[in-house]
């Protein structure tokens, strides 16, 4: 069955390359149109996904949809459109000593699989950023919000429909596991694929595709307060970064504090007591200790740091000039001091610090030796990979 949807979304992205920047322009419109005119349909559905998770998981506002959001995408719809037309550009042209001339013209990758977890609202953004360049998607959601990402394909595909547009350029798939691997091994059919979500799901991504794959970071944040930090700008900092929305990937998940701060480190979490946990390190703990709820305080395990919480949780980790990491060679407040002291924490990889350059003002702490570079780099999609195909050459540099 998965099959049968990949030929005919690869047919589909075929014909779409003839549709003009103003054409799929307007498709974009209608659907934003659409998006606000059918709200109480998507929202209707998206009632049904909410009734499996309980309002009290942070997850549930991940998961919601409201007027206003949908409102949000529809005006983030607009935006796209409002870009300019990523195909055709001609990014290099130049006459070689020999007199042949060559030209490098932007187009369209073809078909592009996005593998994504609970958030509807991805499925409009993925499907108006692939069809105003030109591409056709195949999307995979989460088993969470199925219904939600059925009713937003079906009012895609409305649209399309009514503008005379294929409607396979866009195409969901079940939510199953099988279907995952299915798309991660669609050879022939599927461009590139890219993971949208959290570490284990791009690690996941990484270790089975066998199609080029652009892989997203893991969405752990971190706060550094310096010493020389305002300590009314670092309470409204933190305190937004944390609570505002804990179920996005740009929630505050660590805040590191230099250690001369520590006295102030109460004041600065003061305002997240009633709701946020912290898991502080030794030190912090101490300062925080009968200034924080007890209830709320722990100290921190070997898991609390590199952790994505999507929770009212904080880690919290003290550092210092001479053991936090000052740059080699420098005395500014910007080092590796984070690199270092999650050094084992770095995706599970660790085994000694290399540290290149030796000397200079900035240095970097890695967790692997520079030899590994390009086995852990994701997979470039204009060239082979030497690790997926081992009968060919390294491929020369096309570039700095």
Same mark, same amino acid.
């Given at each position: 069955m998965n099959a049968l949807l990949f030929d005919k979304t690869k047919k589909a992205s075929l014909r779409l390359s003839s549709l003009s920047d103003k054409a799929r322009n307007a498709v974009l419109l209608r659907l934003a149109d659409a998006i606000v005119a059918e709200a109480d349909t998507l929202l209707a559905a998206n009632a049904e996904d909410l009734q499996n998770r309980e309002p009290s998981d942070p997850l549930y506002d991940r998961l919601q949809l409201t007027k206003e959001r949908l409102e949000g995408i529809a005006a983030d719809m607009r935006k796209v459109v409002s870009l300019p037309d990523p195909l055709g550009r001609v990014l290099v042209d130049r006459v070689l000593p020999n007199g042949l001339q060559l030209r490098k013209v932007s187009v369209p990758f073809g078909v592009i699989g996005v593998i994504y977890e609970s958030r509807p609202n991805v499925t409009f953004d993925v499907f108006s950023l692939c069809f105003k360049s030109g591409n056709a998607c195949l999307l995979k959601g989460g088993r969470d919000a199925q $219904?939600?990402?059925?009713?937003?394909?079906?009012?895609? %595909?409305?649209?399309?429909?009514?503008?005379?547009? !294929?409607?396979?350029?866009?195409?969901?798939?079940?939510?199953?596991?099988?279907?995952?691997?299915?798309?991660?091994?669609?050879?022939?059919?599927?461009?590139?694929?890219?993971?949208?979500?959290? %570490?284990?799901?791009? $690690?996941?991504?990484?270790?089975?595709?066998?199609?080029?794959?652009?892989?997203?970071?893991?969405?752990?944040?971190?706060?550094?307060? !310096?010493?020389?930090?305002?300590?009314? %700008?670092?309470?409204?900092?933190?305190?937004?970064?944390k609570t505002r929305r804990v179920s996005v990937c740009n929630a505050l998940d660590c805040l590191i504090v230099h250690a001369s701060r520590l006295a102030d480190l109460p004041a600065l979490v003061g305002e997240m007591a009633e709701k946020v946990s912290l898991y502080a390190d030794s030190r912090a703990y101490n300062a925080l200790l009968g200034h924080y709820p007890a209830a709320r305080l722990q100290p921190a395990g070997p898991d609390s740091f590199g952790t994505e919480y999507m929770d009212y949780k904080l880690a919290v980790k003290t550092v210092d000039g001479k053991d936090g990491g000052q740059p080699t060679g420098g005395s500014g407040p910007y080092p590796d001091l984070w690199l270092r002291s999650q050094r084992s924490h770095c995706d599970g990889r660790s085994g000694g610090c290399y540290r290149f350059p030796a000397g200079g003002r900035c240095s970097l702490c890695l967790c692997e030796r520079p030899d590994q570079f390009y086995r852990w780099r994701p997979v470039r999609p204009w060239r082979r990979n030497r690790h997926q195909h081992p009968e060919t050459r390294s491929p020369r540099p096309d570039g700095p």
């Open positions: $219904q939600s990402n059925l009713a937003a394909v079906a009012l895609i %595909k409305r649209v399309l429909e009514s503008m005379a547009v !294929d409607t396979d350029v866009v195409n969901l798939l079940p939510a199953t596991h099988e279907a995952a691997q299915d798309l991660l091994s669609a050879v022939g059919y599927v461009d590139l694929v890219i993971p949208r979500g959290g %570490k284990n799901l791009i $690690q996941f991504v990484r270790d089975n595709a066998r199609i080029p794959c652009i892989e997203t970071g893991a969405g752990v944040v971190n706060t550094y307060f !310096d010493a020389a930090g305002d300590l009314a %700008k670092g309470i409204r900092i933190v305190t937004n970064a």
